[in-house]
């Protein structure tokens, strides 16, 4: 089975420094990655998603994400964050076309001190 | 403006007793999922359903169940043998056909459940 980690739970990070959140999945043919953002008692928004082609995805709200074949990654990264960006995001893999089965991190909370 | 819905968006209940969460979306999309949700444990799929009428267990499906009469419309019960159902429950949905289909799920806002 596929298997998503997401190696931090917490990242603290001042307004307007860069950030990278780290996502990691088991290799596997044709995995197709998705970030998406949870804001309190809400539910997930899409962020970006990777299905093929550039292996640098542009999202919204000025995210970008590099997907990595050979080291099974695809981080998350921001150049400059906001105190709205403070929410928790989930990684999640899919493998095959049919995308019958999702599999998410754990989630890493990410919070934007002024 | 298209979505899905879910109600009540906050629950509460006691133990022993079976609650019924309702989820409907109006994105004419084949495919509807639940999901739970727990601190620190990311998002864990219960049931999932591609056309009326069928759905399939997903990693944790014991204590709850599903019915799906009509496309639009997916509700999930906590039955009573639900051992620890306080809990996030979020559904979602996705097209699977063609040319829609582009891959991501789409989120409720998600119920909130508390046993007391």
């Known amino acids: 089975a596929q298997s998503v980690t997401q190696l931090d739970s917490q990242v603290p990070v001042f307004e307007e420094a860069p950030v990278e959140l780290r996502c990691n999945y088991s290799?596997?043919?044709?995995?197709?990655l998705f970030w998406y953002v949870q804001y309190p008692n809400q539910g997930l928004q899409l962020l970006l998603k990777?299905?093929?082609?550039?292996?640098l995805v542009k999202g919204i709200n000025g995210f970008e994400a590099e997907f990595n074949k050979s080291q099974t990654s695809f981080h998350l990264r921001k150049p400059s964050v906001h105190i709205s960006d403070t929410a928790e995001y989930f990684c999640?893999?899919?493998?095959?076309?049919?995308?019958?089965?999702?599999?998410f991190g754990s989630g890493t909370k990410l919070n934007v001190k002024p | 403006d298209g979505g899905i819905t879910q109600s009540p968006k906050y629950l509460f209940r006691k133990e022993g007793q079976n609650v019924t969460l309702s989820c409907e979306q109006n994105?004419?999309?084949?495919?509807m999922y639940w999901y739970r949700q727990d601190p620190g444990q990311g998002l864990r799929l219960i049931y999932y359903?591609?056309?009326?009428?069928?759905?399939q267990k997903g990693d944790i499906a014991e204590g709850y169940s599903v019915s799906r009469e009509k496309k639009e419309s997916f509700p999930l019960t906590v039955t009573s043998a639900q051992k620890n159902p306080t809990a996030f429950y979020l559904c979602?949905?996705?097209?699977?056909?063609?040319?829609?289909?582009?891959?991501?799920?789409?989120f409720g806002e998600g119920s909130r459940l508390t046993v007391l």
């Open positions: 979602a949905s996705r097209e699977i056909t063609g040319r829609s289909n582009t891959g991501e799920l789409f």
């Open positions: 290799s596997s043919v044709s995995v197709y």
């Open positions: 990777y299905l093929s082609g550039s292996t």
């Open positions: 999640a893999v899919t493998v095959g076309y049919n995308f019958n089965k999702f599999y």
């Open positions: 994105l004419n999309h084949d495919a």
């Open positions: 359903s591609q056309i009326v009428n069928d759905f």
